[in-house]
Nanobody
């Protein structure tokens, strides 16, 4: 089931920033919507940002921004002004339709943990 690879997670203090990466060697990401999701212990998976298929809109919170670099087949999630409640495992997912809910995506990564301390 794991077909994408996330990286860039780590531990930061309150207010810090991280840039997460999502890539794969199996296929080109440029035709897919790429969603970012997170899940903390005891909580449900929630969407945090998405970059849409070409011609479709993006979505996400103001502190979190997704971008593409098609030359390296990489999608980034920029996390700014991080809070302790942002602590979770972050996942990227690829889907062949527009940005949507987590169960609408076809391919997933293994996740990268983000820990924010006060």
């Amino acid at each position: 089931q794991v077909q994408l690879v996330e990286s860039g997670g780590g531990s930061v203090q309150f207010g810090g920033s991280l840039r997460l990466s999502c890539t794969t060697s199996r296929f080109s990401l440029h035709i897919y919507a790429i969603g970012w999701f997170r899940q903390a212990p005891g909580k449900e998976r929630e969407g945090v940002s998405c970059i849409g298929n070409p011609g479709f809109p993006n979505s996400g919170k103001g502190r979190f921004t997704t971008s593409r670099d098609n030359t390296t087949n990489t999608v980034y999630l920029q996390l700014n002004s991080l809070k302790p409640e942002d602590t979770a495992i972050y996942y990227c997912a690829a889907g062949r339709t527009a940005c949507g809910r987590w169960y609408e995506y076809d391919y997933w990564g293994q996740g990268t943990p983000v820990t924010v301390s006060s």
